[in-house]
């Protein structure tokens, strides 16, 4: 692709001035970089699994509110987490990990468990412990 074919078209990230680095051709015939504000089709993926993901994090929110299952979940979801990537940032199998998540099992954890959780979420204990839905 030459450089000056290189899309331009603004989208989700372009709201913030990312700008993406493409390599193209340039008017020596070689290989440069340049900057792209995006492209039309990646923006609609981007936009499209965006939604997706706040799905996610609203459903685990109302989960948690409605007592089916632990804070975890919820931080999980909002940190773009899975339960293995979770289970390496606490230090804690995976089977365990998905225990925490009820709510049950939740309340019933030691303050040095929740810690792992907090610092994994970037959050307080008392944040965790005492979730009001907002964060």
């Known amino acids: 692709m030459k450089k000056s074919d290189v899309p331009q078209d603004k989208g989700h990230?372009?709201?913030?001035?990312?700008?993406?680095?493409?390599?193209?051709?340039?008017d020596d015939g070689e290989f440069s970089k340049t900057l792209s504000a995006?492209?039309?089709?990646?923006?609609?993926?981007?936009?499209?699994?965006?939604k997706v993901l706040e799905e996610r994090t609203e459903a685990?929110?109302?989960?948690?509110?409605?007592?089916?299952?632990?804070?975890?979940?919820?931080f999980m979801e909002l940190k773009r987490m899975d339960?293995?990537?979770?289970?390496n940032y606490v230090g804690i199998w995976k089977f365990f990990v998905?225990?925490?998540a009820k709510a049950t099992v939740f309340r019933k954890?030691?303050?040095?468990?929740?810690?792992?959780?907090?610092?994994?979420?970037?959050?307080?204990?008392?944040?965790?412990?005492?979730?009001?839905?907002?964060?």
């Open 13 to 26: 990230l372009s709201k913030d001035n990312y700008n993406e680095v493409y390599y193209a051709i340039n």
């Open 38 to 50: 995006g492209w039309e089709t990646k923006n609609i993926v981007q936009s499209e699994t965006l």
């Open 60 to 74: 685990a929110r109302q989960k948690v509110e409605n007592g089916e299952a632990s804070p975890i979940l919820y």
């Open 83 to 87: 339960w293995e990537i979770l289970s």
């Open 98 to 100: 998905k225990r925490h």
């Open 109 to 135: 954890l030691n303050d040095s468990t929740l810690k792992k959780y907090a610092e994994a979420f970037e959050i307080s204990v008392e944040e965790l412990k005492h979730f009001d839905g907002k964060n």
